[in-house]
């Protein structure tokens, strides 16, 4: 129950903050490239609405990708409850709720919340550290090699296009 409070307070601190980043970077932007937009009514809608979706999908992902997160914990021995497993996934996010929204600054609370997980799920769930390392650095090694042998397919296709004439399907 703290965890869920928790959340919801940096929840909504994290969609007014990232809300209105959103706002300002846009309005920099437009000015920047020089398109005066009219969109009026239209803009303070569109905030509103990213508002809502923001905090909504903090909240409703969170359960989501816990239940992700917990199986994959279970396979590697993890010991502890679903709850436990939220709340460490929960707590560790704060840095990422509290400074996330800031650009650049937000690939460093990445990499702690990444840390601070290793060792929450290191301490509940009873697992070695080395243990706790492997759950959280092999889906990032299997996504960026997925990537590597997408991009190079994609670099296949490309290439065969470009000395064939045409795409190759």
């Given at each position: ?80 409850s679903y709850t ?35 060792i929450g799920t ?48």
């Amino acid at each position: 129950k703290d965890a869920i409070v928790y959340l919801l307070v940096l929840g909504l601190i994290t969609a007014i903050l990232g809300t209105l980043m959103n706002y300002v970077m846009t309005k920099a932007m437009t000015q920047f490239l020089g398109a005066n937009l009219p969109l009026g009514w239209m803009q303070e809608l569109n905030i509103g609405f990213q508002f809502i979706l923001s905090f909504v999908a903090i909240i409703v992902f969170s359960f989501i990708i816990t239940g992700i997160l917990h199986l994959w914990i279970m396979l590697f021995g993890g010991k502890a409850s679903y709850t436990d497993t939220y709340k460490v996934y929960v707590y560790a996010g704060t840095p990422e709720y509290l400074l996330g929204w800031i650009p650049m600054v937000n690939l460093v609370t990445w990499i702690y919340k990444i840390v601070l997980l290793v060792i929450g799920t290191e301490i509940t769930h009873n697992v070695s550290k080395g243990r706790a390392i492997l759950i959280y650095v092999l889906p990032i090694i299997i996504f960026v090699v997925l990537g590597i042998i997408l991009f190079l397919v994609a670099l296949v296709f490309l290439g065969s296009a470009l000395f064939s004439g045409g795409l190759p399907f």
